[in-house]
């Protein structure tokens, strides 16, 4: 079971915006570990999206942003296009396992 | 560019020995302050998080996995190796690489991967 919740889906129409939350706890987002999020198009590695809780590498649209609050994340899309449609994870350090996790990922639908 | 490639093979027979390698490309294992890693996904259990090895041979590993796990590196033909020994079904999985930004207050991130490479447990 992992340690970091995502929903399993989540869609939108082109233009529209859709956010993916990332529920931990206080063994890790909550204890100030940083937050990153990775695209992972079908038959591909995951690709960074977001680094950092809100940096955007080189290259990523500027339309995906991220934030962390508590013992939360997200990850935001505005002008969702059919491009974005994929599966989204969320990956964060806990204490409680001493390593690294990730989300349960997210599947993105451009309706 | 920064380029990733696992090889080896896609299937292992239950009890013995996965070998995977990872041929770095774009830069010197041995610049920067990088980690390098394996992790895996399976339908079961998701993207996990195998081990990491700095090019001066230290490693870390999942603890859950520590007992099975060898990570090594060859830092002259720029590539690092991952061992995980008496293998069962539960490991099928797609097996990635991937450089490890880490020398960061709150823990890292994992910036290039390679393609990943489906290893499949069965007799």
């Known amino acids: 079971q992992s340690i970091l919740t995502q929903p399993p889906s989540v869609s939108g129409a082109p233009r529209q915006r859709v956010t993916i939350s990332c529920t931990g706890s206080s063994s890790n987002i909550g204890a100030g570990f940083n937050v990153h999020w990775y695209q992972q198009l079908p038959g591909t590695a995951p690709k960074l999206v977001i680094s950092?809780?809100?940096n955007r590498p080189s290259g990523v649209p500027d339309r995906f942003s991220g934030s962390k609050s508590g013992n939360s994340a997200s990850l935001d899309i505005t002008g969702l296009q059919a491009e974005d449609e994929a599966d989204y994870y969320c990956q964060s350090y806990d204490t409680s396992v001493s390593h690294y996790v990730f989300g349960t990922g997210t599947k993105v639908i451009v309706l | 560019q920064v380029q990733l490639q696992e090889s080896g093979p896609g299937l292992v027979e239950p009890s013995q020995t996965l070998s995977l390698t990872c041929t770095v490309s774009g830069v010197s294992m041995t610049s920067g302050t990088y980690y390098w890693s394996w992790l895996r996904q399976s339908a079961g259990k998701g993207l996990e998080w195998i081990g990491r090895?700095?090019?001066?041979?230290?490693?870390n590993y999942n603890p859950s996995l520590k007992s099975r796990v060898t990570l090594s590196a060859d830092t002259s033909k720029n590539q690092f190796s991952l061992m995980l020994t008496s293998m069962t079904a539960a490991d099928t999985a797609v097996y990635f690489c991937?450089?490890?930004?880490?020398?960061?207050?709150?823990?890292?991130?994992?910036?290039?991967w390679g393609q990943g490479s489906l290893v499949t447990v069965s007799s």
């Open positions: 950092t809780n809100s």
């Open positions: 090895i700095y090019h001066n041979g230290v490693t």
């Open positions: 991937a450089r490890e930004d880490a020398f960061h207050s709150g823990g890292g991130f994992f910036d290039y």
